[in-house]
């Protein structure tokens, strides 16, 4: 048996790094385990986009959490630039939620009278702004603070911090089983021997289904496999995040512009499909057309995981406090993870919560939503 950590947490991806960062920082003892590299899963197929307003519809515990979640960031990015020298590539500029038709921008313009940051700019305004945007579309509705981060450099920048702070991250060290001891800790059982640790975190994205069953939970957990693609051309220009028809453009700060994303259920393969790919180019052509003449770089696929009602499961097993779950954050895992981090972090040191949060994310909670 190996050295005995206060905190295990299954998984290197954004999620796991983001808590282990927390913890670390608090002088816990943490243990990362990935079966993999760490942040190669969902967190490395991601857009970056912090899509509070512009994925979710309800001005609910969810909304609030992504909000404050979205905030963090700009914390972050100063707290793990000095700590990590990594640079999370923030960028605040905005997203444009395309209009095509009036009937298009009547809906759009219902929720700027829910949310007062929110601007509709005429066809105009959007083409002084952005003149690459399609000449076709009557307005847009623009989101100041849906802005975006570069995932793999979020998620390096927390390992990396984790680590200085004292965590100790273990790659290619699959989980197999958790089991509890007699003396009321865990063993996780690797194939590079087990390691004793006395709270255990479930993070493993769209695997954690695995150990749902394994610990006797009836929620499952599915994948939906996004495809992207990146271009990249001199003449093309654009400052704001394009949205449209489940198509977005996202302009990254080194030059590139990421176009995604396809959503297959229950699909685990990897690989972009070409069907895939030939759907995003017709989608994103008419939102900007000189996109066509851009050199194409790369094309890619990632797992989405997708709990039963689309909301993560973040908090305790509910017949053992020391093991707990984040996971399932489906489309907004980039969005959510400072804001996971921060409450898997305060449940464990049994600091106050938002009973709100508690309640959306518990894992007994009603199921009664649908998935977008
Ligand atoms: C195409 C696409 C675009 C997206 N765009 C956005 C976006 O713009 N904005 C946004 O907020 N979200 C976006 N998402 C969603 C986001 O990527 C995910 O919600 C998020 O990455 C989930 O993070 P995670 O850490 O839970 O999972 P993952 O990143 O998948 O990490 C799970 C880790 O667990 C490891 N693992 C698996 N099994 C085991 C085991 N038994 N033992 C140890 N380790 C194990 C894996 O190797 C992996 O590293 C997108 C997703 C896709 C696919």
Same mark, same amino acid.
């Given at each position: 048996?190996?050295?005995?950590? /206060?905190?295990?947490?299954?998984?290197?991806?954004?999620?796991?790094?983001?808590?282990?960062?927390?913890?670390?920082?608090?002088?816990?003892?943490?243990?990362?385990?990935?079966? &993999?590299?760490?942040?190669?899963?969902?967190?490395?197929?991601?857009?970056? !986009?912090?899509?509070?307003?512009?994925?979710?519809?309800?001005?609910?515990?969810?909304?609030?959490?992504?909000?404050?979640?979205?905030?963090?960031y700009?914390?972050?990015?100063?707290?793990?630039?000095?700590?990590?020298?990594?640079?999370?590539?923030?960028?605040?500029?905005?997203?444009?939620?395309?209009?095509?038709?009036?009937?298009?921008?009547?809906?759009?313009?219902?929720?700027?009278?829910?949310?007062?940051?929110?601007?509709?700019?005429?066809?105009?305004?959007?083409?002084?702004?952005?003149?690459?945007?399609?000449d =076709?579309?009557?307005?847009?509705?623009?989101?100041?603070?849906?802005? &975006?981060?570069?995932? #793999?450099?979020?998620?390096?920048?927390?390992?990396?911090?984790?680590?200085?702070?004292?965590a #100790?991250?273990k790659?290619?060290?699959p989980?197999?089983?958790?089991?509890?001891?007699?003396?009321?800790?865990?063993?996780?059982?690797?194939?590079?021997?087990?390691?004793?640790?006395?709270?255990?975190?479930?993070?493993?994205?769209?695997?954690?289904?695995?150990?749902?069953?394994?610990?006797?939970?009836?929620?499952? !957990?599915?994948?939906?496999?996004?495809?992207?693609?990146?271009?990249?051309?001199?003449?093309?220009?654009?400052?704001?995040?394009?949205?449209? /028809?489940?198509?977005?453009?996202?302009?990254?700060?080194?030059?590139?512009?990421?176009?995604?994303?396809?959503?297959?259920?229950?699909?685990?393969?990897?690989?972009?499909?070409l069907?895939?790919?030939?759907?995003?180019?017709?989608?994103?052509?008419? !939102? !900007?057309?000189?996109?066509?003449?851009?050199?194409?770089?790369?094309?890619?696929a990632?797992?989405?995981?997708?709990?039963?009602?689309?909301?993560?499961?973040?908090?305790?097993?509910?017949?053992?406090?020391?093991?707990?779950f984040?996971?399932?954050?489906?489309?907004?895992?980039?969005?959510?993870?400072?804001?996971?981090?921060t409450m898997?972090? /305060?449940?464990?040191?049994?600091?106050?919560?938002?009973?709100?949060?508690?309640?959306?994310?518990?894992?007994?909670?009603? =199921?009664?939503?649908?998935?977008?």
């Open positions: 048996m190996q050295k005995q950590y /206060d905190v295990g947490i299954v998984g290197g991806g954004i999620i796991g790094q983001s808590i282990a960062y927390q913890l670390a920082k608090e002088g816990i003892s943490v243990l990362v385990l990935d079966s &993999h590299k760490g942040g190669t899963g969902a967190t490395s197929a991601a857009a970056g !986009m912090l899509g509070a307003n512009s994925e979710l519809e309800n001005n609910d515990a969810f909304f609030q959490f992504a909000k404050e979640s979205q905030r963090h700009h914390i972050l990015r100063d707290e793990l630039s000095e700590l990590s020298q990594i640079n999370i590539q923030l960028v605040d500029k905005g997203m444009y939620k395309l209009a095509m038709t009036e009937n298009e921008a009547k809906v759009l313009k219902k929720a700027i009278e829910d949310y007062e940051t929110l601007e509709w700019h005429t066809k105009e305004t959007v083409l002084q702004n952005e003149p690459h945007v399609s =076709l579309i009557v307005g847009a509705l623009f989101i100041p603070e849906d802005g &975006h981060v570069s995932p #793999t450099h979020v998620c390096a920048a927390f390992s990396k911090s984790a680590s200085l702070l004292g #100790t991250f790659e290619n060290t989980v197999h089983s958790i089991k509890k001891t007699a003396a009321n800790e865990y063993t996780l059982s690797t194939p590079q021997g087990d390691y004793l640790c006395s709270k255990v975190v479930i993070a493993n994205g769209v695997w954690s289904g695995h150990f749902f069953k394994q610990l006797g939970l009836e929620v499952s !957990m599915k994948p939906v496999k996004g495809e992207c693609l990146s271009v990249q051309g001199d003449h093309l220009n654009l400052e704001k995040t394009l949205f449209y /028809d489940h198509c977005y453009i996202v302009p990254k700060g080194d030059g590139r512009f990421v176009v995604g994303a396809t959503m297959i259920e229950d699909d685990w393969s990897t690989t972009p499909s069907g895939g790919i030939q759907s995003l180019i017709e989608k994103v052509t008419p !939102m !900007m057309p000189s996109i066509t003449s851009a050199k194409l770089l790369d094309t890619w990632g797992l989405r995981p997708q709990s039963d009602d689309g909301k993560p499961y973040i908090g305790q097993h509910p017949e053992d406090d020391n093991i707990y984040a996971s399932g954050h489906y489309r907004n895992g980039i969005l959510l993870a400072p804001k996971t981090g898997i972090r /305060d449940l464990i040191l049994k600091r106050k919560q938002n009973d709100e949060y508690i309640h959306a994310f518990s894992l007994t909670r009603k =199921l009664t939503q649908t998935t977008r």
